[in-house]
């Protein structure tokens, strides 16, 4: 009696250690199928690319960058007698202004904002009362090598932060060996920084954005491939601009030579081409200019190949184009503004 149940009790362990076996074979054919459906990875989800749309607007080029939107635009007079060109840094910046300044030789107010310039900037030249006024609207840091009576009272009394080369020659400010004085001071983008924080003045700032027209929006006005600014008779004061059409731009020419930056041999070129007709007036014996910017007056917008007639008006301190009082967008990119005692020296 007792070797039966024996034996049922073995053969009940015997069926009971293949069920067992069975589950398990079952698990691990389960485990090994879901590992070869769902591999792990060792790579993370790519990041969506920012696309050209997302990018943000540089307030005074219209245009889509990368870089930081809330620096502080600096302001460089920049020397434009023939003994300093080509110059350098021109090409980068966003907006600049071309005026006379004694006699028949024009200086450059060089706006730059969007882009950080390269290593060297200038010539660097003295300031004019109306310089200050030119680059006030901008609330930049205001570079210059210099001033008349007039722009030192303007700066002196804090109308404009600025970084006067008189104080700096030859720490912030260098002397370039292969020009002679005044036309061989230079600057650096680090060194204006350098100079801002030694004394005390902001380096970001929140930029009001000048107005520009949207991509699809037409352009009225005369086809304009060629214009001509002739300050005096000689040759060298004469400035010129031709349009490229391959790249919807016009190149600038002065003396009758191509303008170029010095060190990297860049065109000097401009999307917009705003010319101001102003009331000049001399002041003193040495020729200094009284120059009218509030007033207002006749102008010619030319950007895109095509010259339309507009008004000018300052506006908080800039100088912008007006067509039946309402304001004239600009094309994206960059704008050379040319301020003139008469439309009559203008050719097409």
């Known amino acids: 009696m007792f070797s039966k149940y024996l034996v049922l009790l073995t053969a009940m362990m015997v069926i009971l250690a293949g069920c067992s076996a069975n589950t398990d ?34 307030p005074l080029t219209g245009t889509r960058g990368e870089t930081t ?7 460089v007079i920049i020397n434009n007698d023939i003994k300093a060109r080509p110059q350098s840094g021109l090409h980068k910046a966003d907006v600049v202004y071309e005026v006379l300044a004694e006699g028949d030789i024009t200086r ?23 310089n200050v006024d030119l680059a006030k609207g901008f609330d930049p840091v205001f570079v210059f090598h210099g001033w008349s009576p007039g722009a030192k009272t303007k700066i002196e009394a804090g109308e404009i932060d600025g ?14 060996s292969f020009r002679k004085a005044p036309h061989n001071s230079y600057i650096t983008h680090e060194n204006i920084i350098k100079g801002a924080n030694q004394l005390n003045y902001e380096i970001e700032a929140d ?17 304009t491939e060629y214009v001509k600014l002739s300050y005096s008779s000689r040759i060298a004061t004469q400035v010129e601009y031709k ?3 391959a790249n919807a731009n016009y190149v600038r020419y002065s003396g009758q030579e191509k303008n170029i930056d010095l060190d990297s041999s860049e065109e000097i070129i401009a999307h917009n081409i705003f010319i101001v007709e102003t009331s000049h007036r001399v002041v003193d014996d040495v020729g200094r200019r009284d120059i009218d910017l509030t007033s207002g007056g006749r ?50």
């Open 108 to 130: 450059l107010v060089a706006i730059f904002q969007s882009e950080i310039p390269p290593d060297t900037i200038g010539p660097v030249r003295s300031a004019r009362s109306y």
């Open 25 to 58: 074979d079952t698990a691990t054919e389960q485990n090994q199928t879901v590992t070869e459906t769902t591999p792990e990875s060792s790579e993370e989800p790519a990041e969506p690319k920012e696309t050209e749309q997302q990018k943000e607007v540089y």
């Open 207 to 223: 930029i009001p954005p000048l107005t520009f027209k949207q991509e699809a929006d037409s352009v009225e006005g005369e086809a």
């Open 299 to 348: 102008g010619i917008l030319i950007r895109e190949g095509v010259r339309q007639e507009v008004d000018w008006k300052e506006v908080d301190g800039r100088i912008l184009p007006f067509k039946n009082e309402q304001p004239v967008p600009f094309t994206p990119g960059k704008t050379w503004i040319q301020i003139i005692p008469n439309l009559n020296i203008v050719s097409y």
């Open 69 to 75: 939107l809330d620096r502080r635009p600096f302001a």
């Open 243 to 245: 349009f490229d059409e």
């Open 163 to 176: 970084v006067n080369g008189l104080s700096y020659d030859g720490t912030l400010f260098k002397r370039a």
